[in-house]
């Protein structure tokens, strides 16, 4: 078996929208509720390959790259909508009703949270439980970086900035740019192995544009979507579970709190591993959504 492969699962491409399909692994028992899988940055839905092969012991399982990341489509970003989670969100469930599935739980770890956030809000009859990984809700994110110690976010700001001079300075230098984060987020650098870390580096090298455009997105008409969302009190009536590091104290906020101002039905925990957490404790992520699927 490659290790770039989720073990068991078959390759699928689907049309989602006008010129844009997405690629997605797809696996499982048949039995149990359907389980989709959204990834981060910078990865594909190949972070998810141990979780993935322990649920599908008792779940089908879905676990497709982003718009715009791995081997999905990457359309030009020709308005603010093409690379909005609105848009991205839409994806995912066009992607899960084109395979069989109309209600499902939904997991999102990083980027992928924000996309699942967003499905929830928007398509609560498709998504039935929500699990975010080591995120805030895109209004509580650009409030909690302020001062030196928002410096941590110092690659939201550059990407947040018009078409030309981010995608420049990035493509310049892109396996260094990205390798950045692989090991500054990472507590266990043995969660990802050469052959991922190669992986991730060439799929992210390609996706230049639309990684960015996903960025300025989300500095943009995401926070339009989300303050509309606050000022008419639209909240997460589903189950919701929340797994963060500790990151708090040092950005001065709490966690929990402003998360259950969107989600009433919360379970938050902190966790000690690193981001990467479904590869660096994938039997904790997976054994948290078995006990949401439960609830």
């Not at 992607?95 to 967003?118: I, K, N, Q």
């Not at 009859?125 to 975010?132: G, N, S, T």
């Not at 929990?256 to 009433?264: M, S």
Request: net charge negative.
């Amino acid at each position: 078996m490659s290790p770039l492969s989720v073990p068991g699962f078959t390759g699928h491409r689907v049309h989602v929208d006008d010129g844009v399909a997405l690629n997605a692994a797809v696996g499982g028992s048949g039995s149990g509720s359907p389980v989709v899988l959204l990834h981060g940055f910078p990865q594909t839905h190949l972070m998810w390959r141990h979780v993935a092969a322990d649920l599908a012991a008792d779940h089908t399982v879905i676990c497709p790259d982003l718009r715009g990341y791995g081997a999905s489509d990457k359309p030009a970003e020709n308005g603010p909508d093409v690379y909005s989670k609105r848009t991205m969100a839409r994806d995912v469930v066009r992607l899960a009703a084109e395979l069989g599935h109309d209600r499902f739980t939904l997991a999102g770890h990083d980027r992928g949270a924000l996309v699942a956030f967003r499905a929830a809000m928007d398509h609560p009859q498709a998504v039935a439980r929500a699990l975010f990984l080591d995120i805030l809700p895109t209004l509580d994110m650009w409030d909690a970086l302020h001062g030196v110690s928002g410096a941590v976010g110092f690659h939201l700001y550059l990407m947040a900035q018009a078409p030309g001079l981010p995608e420049e300075m990035i493509q310049a230098s892109a396996d260094a740019f990205f390798a950045h984060f692989l090991d500054a987020w990472t507590t266990d650098s043995a969660a990802i192995p050469a052959d991922v870390r190669h992986h991730y580096l060439d799929a992210c090298a390609a996706a230049v544009p639309s990684i960015v455009a996903d960025y300025r997105a989300s500095a943009g008409i995401d926070v339009e979507h989300d303050t509309t969302d606050r000022e008419n009190g639209n909240q997460l009536a589903m189950p919701v579970t929340v797994l963060q590091q500790d990151w708090g104290a040092a950005l001065g906020y709490h966690a929990e709190g402003l998360w259950r101002t969107w989600a009433p039905n919360l379970r938050h925990h902190t966790v000690s591993c690193g981001h990467f957490m479904a590869e660096e404790d994938p039997k904790l992520i997976a054994a948290e959504i078995r006990a949401l699927t439960d609830r």
